[in-house]
T-cell receptor, first 117, second 108 residues
Framework: SQTIHQWPATLVQPVGSPLSLECTVE??????LYWYRQAAGRGLQLLFY??????ISSEVPQNLSASRPQDRQFILSSKKLLLSDSGFYLC????????????????FGPGTRLTVT | AQRVTQPEKLLSVFKGAPVELKCNYS??????LFWYVQYSRQRLQLLLR??SRESIKGFTADLNKGETSFHLKKPFAQEEDSAMYYC??????????FGRGTSLIVHP
């Protein structure tokens, strides 16, 4: 079965420090991968998505970047954190076809709570 | 452009009362609609999808193309239904649009 992992679960970082959040998926190949930020009352904000190794699309210009060095690994980074980067970050995956049928549902990781101080 | 609107940030009901979480969408084509749920200290997960026309944990959701709605309903709410609910739309792509979410609180 497929599983998705995120780490760390929580992180407290000072302003101006770098960031690296990691997400890995097991049990599937060539997944679509996503990074979201979840804020109370503001829903899920899609930050980045990737359809393959090295292919990254950004939805919102900001202080963050993403990379996909391997098929099932997705990394969210920043060179210098801002206070406004605090939040709850979710990684998700999906596959386009399930048994030959288009599928659009997503599967989410447990999330990382980032606090920038 | 596609849009999902969940007009209620918070819905508070008593146990045993009917529940309806509203979701309206804007999309010119044939939408794929989903409800996701996030219970306290658990990850966000799929609750149901409109193409399955299924009932999960007593919840149902019917796609009404005339009213462009996909409301989530349950006839008798339970305390364990308390959670954050998100409506999502995929307009034939792998980039979904999520609503802002509705927090459901079921009081004993």
């Amino acid at each position: 079965s497929q599983t998705i992992h995120q780490w760390p679960a929580t992180l407290v970082q000072p302003v101006g420090s770098p960031l690296s959040l990691e997400c890995t998926v097991e049990g599937t190949s060539n997944p679509n991968l996503y990074w979201y930020r979840q804020a109370a009352g503001r829903g899920l904000q899609l930050l980045f998505y990737s359809v393959g190794i090295g292919q990254i699309s950004s939805e919102v210009p900001q202080n963050l970047s993403a990379s996909r060095p391997q098929d099932r690994q997705f990394i969210l980074s920043s060179k210098k954190l801002l206070l406004s980067d605090s939040g709850f970050y979710l990684c998700a995956w999906s596959v386009y076809l399930v048994r030959g049928i288009a599928s659009y549902e997503q599967y989410f990781g447990p999330g990382t709570r980032l606090t920038v101080t | 452009a596609q849009r999902v609107t969940q007009p209620e940030k918070l819905l508070s009901v008593f146990k045993g009362a009917p529940v309806e979480l509203k979701c309206n969408y804007s999309y010119s084509g044939s939408p794929e609609l989903f409800w996701y749920v996030q219970y306290s200290r658990q990850r966000l997960q799929l609750l149901l999808r409109h193409i399955s026309r299924e009932s999960i944990k007593g919840f149902t959701a019917d796609l009404n193309k005339g009213e462009t709605s996909f409301h989530l309903k349950k006839p008798f709410a339970q305390e364990e239904d308390s959670a954050m609910y998100y409506c999502a739309l995929s307009g034939g792509s792998y980039i979904p649009t999520f609503g802002r979410g509705t927090s459901l609180i079921v009081h004993p």
